[in-house]
């Protein structure tokens, strides 16, 4: 017999390394001599599409044509520390960095232009760097962020740990199959309050990618040891979701503004992934009304516990 099952979860998660670690980045802005500007920022891109993030927010805060802004992010040796593509702080720490040192920047232009004045072209850009050098204004600038953060006090355990706080809520349906312990996830539906949306395209990715990554988790993702040793170490007998398994995904932003972020932006990465299985979960007890409390839930967990419930 097959049954249907909802279910709910909500979580909040802190942006960046938290709990007192310095969490900085560093990125600059240059006018170069052939009429374009450089954005050197070592923004780690591991397919959250931090690069078109930085890219975004530079363009933006320069008032200047998207083809005439280079983001360089691959050659340390002369780039400076931005920090790791990890704990959600690329957009948000990083982006500051980037928002920073092109402020900067755009403020020198101002004094040879017109504020509101888009740049246009690369003719434009050098008539202005020519007239910045002529009056001696800078045409290189740093940026520079620091996270808000603090250690927990071990006393009476206040303190600001993280700054700021990404939302996230989803809704999980599935079908489970007595017969054979089957459980299928149909779709899931994440809201997530992650600021201002930078990108919309590249935010709903991340949205399927780490539902895909969260149904991975409670269902399937078995590590198999043996005397502390993994036994399942490829992808043939260490099952991971598919294209096949993914079900219909709805994604919805509220989009609160982060006064602290670049143009109201906050983290978005792991938050999306984290409500997903006990969504699952509590889906799963909808439809049998058995609590699993191990993951991943496999088939032989749910025919175990369904023949478990009869017997009592």
């Known amino acids: 017999m097959k049954k249907k099952g909802i279910g709910y979860a909500s979580i ?12 900085e980045s560093r990125a600059s ?34 008032n200047i044509d998207k083809n005439l802004v280079n983001i360089i992010n691959t050659d340390t040796s002369i780039l400076k520390d931005s920090g790791t593509a990890a704990a959600s702080r690329q957009t948000y720490n990083t982006g500051n960095a980037v928002l920073n040192a092109c402020s900067k920047l755009r403020n020198n232009i101002n004094k040879v232009i017109n504020k509101s004045e888009k ?19 800078s045409t290189y600038e740093d940026g520079y962020f620091k996270a808000t953060t603090s250690k927990i006090h071990n006393e009476d355990g206040q303190g600001n740990p993280y ?4 939302f996230g809520a989803q809704r999980a349906t599935v079908i489970v199959d007595t017969e054979t312990g089957k459980i299928d996830v149909l779709e899931i539906v994440a809201i997530n309050d992650a600021g201002k949306i930078i990108n919309p395209t590249l935010a709903e990715g991340q949205v399927e990618g780490g539902c895909l990554m969260g149904i ?46 670049p ?20 889906a799963i007890y909808d ?18 516990a369904l023949k478990y419930k009869k017997m009592i």
């Open 216 to 261: 991975g988790y409670a269902l399937m993702e078995e590590i198999d040891l043996n005397k502390g040793k993994i036994k399942n170490t490829n992808f043939s007998n260490y099952i991971i979701p598919t294209s096949m398994d993914m079900p219909n995904i709805q994604s919805y932003f509220v989009e609160e503004n982060e006064y602290t972020g």
């Open 287 to 304: 439809a049998i009304g058995i609590r699993f409390y191990e993951l991943p839930v496999t088939c032989e967990k749910v025919l175990a």
């Open 263 to 282: 143009f109201g932006a906050k983290g978005l990465g792991e938050p999306v992934m984290l409500p997903t299985a006990p969504a699952i979960l509590n």
């Open 163 to 166: 700054w700021p706080y990404t």
């Open 119 to 137: 740049l246009t072209s690369s003719d434009m850009i050098k008539k202005i760097l020519q007239h910045m050098i002529k009056n001696n204004i």
């Open 12 to 23: 909040f998660y802190g942006t960046g390394y938290g709990n007192g670690f310095p969490d």
């Open 29 to 62: 802005a240059k006018i170069e001599n052939n009429g374009t500007i450089n954005i050197y920022v070592e923004v780690s891109d591991v397919g959250s599409g931090g690069k078109s993030i930085m890219w975004q927010i530079a363009t933006k805060t320069l």
